[in-house]
């Protein structure tokens, strides 16, 4: 089972516990200014967050990834912070939320993000049931990060050796034609060039 299908399962064992009418996985980007919906549980007739990544700033989310701890909305017409989320919420007829921290020794993930159609749907019950599957999420997560970067490092290993190789067999040209290749193909990217600079 992959990371996307373990969150989309525990988002659907979710609902045992805690109604909800969205639940949503975010993962925070690498550049951490922006996170993106990783898997969405959700009744609603349209996303909460259509293009599937959102910047930080003015959110919900980036509170509780900034501060580390959950958010609870009672009312998104009563509540006057995060005026961003809270427009989304809008549109969608979600009228409350809960959103918890995914973290892994104190380092942020991403967030839990249950939201429901009715108001004041969400406690600190709710915190307390849902911490433990908050925590479970994060380790899925992070496994999964290490797993990624565990293979990455292997590829990286793979083309070092490839081109250690090629040094001692190809001509200067067609070592970095090779070289251009495997760097393309190792950082998914559509354009790689070599370039040198000429003596004076």
Request: aromatic share 6%; hydrophobic share 40%; net charge positive.
């Amino acid at each position: 089972m992959n990371l996307k299908e373990i969150c989309q399962t525990l988002s659907r064992e979710i609902q045992k516990l805690v109604p909800y009418d969205r639940a949503a996985i975010n993962i925070l980007q690498r550049d951490e200014k922006f996170f993106s919906v990783y898997a969405e549980e959700s009744r609603l007739p349209e996303s909460a967050i259509p293009e599937g990544v959102s910047v930080r700033e003015g959110t919900a989310t980036s509170w509780v990834l900034d501060h580390k701890e959950p958010v609870i909305c009672r009312d998104v017409l009563k509540d006057p912070r995060f005026p961003l989320t809270h427009k989304r919420y809008k549109n969608v007829k979600l009228r409350s939320y809960v959103i918890l921290p995914l973290m892994v020794k104190g380092r942020v993930l991403g967030a839990l993000n249950l939201g429901s159609l009715k108001p004041r749907c969400y406690g600190k019950k709710d915190v307390a049931i849902l911490s433990p599957v908050a925590e479970i999420l994060s380790l899925a997560i992070e496994n999964s990060n290490l797993y990624q970067e565990s293979e990455r490092r292997e590829e990286i290993q793979k083309l070092l050796k490839e081109l250690s190789q090629a040094t001692t067999l190809l001509g200067i040209d067609r070592l970095f034609k090779k070289l251009t290749e495997n760097v393309q193909e190792l950082l998914r990217v559509d354009v790689c060039d070599v370039r040198m600079l000429e003596g004076e």
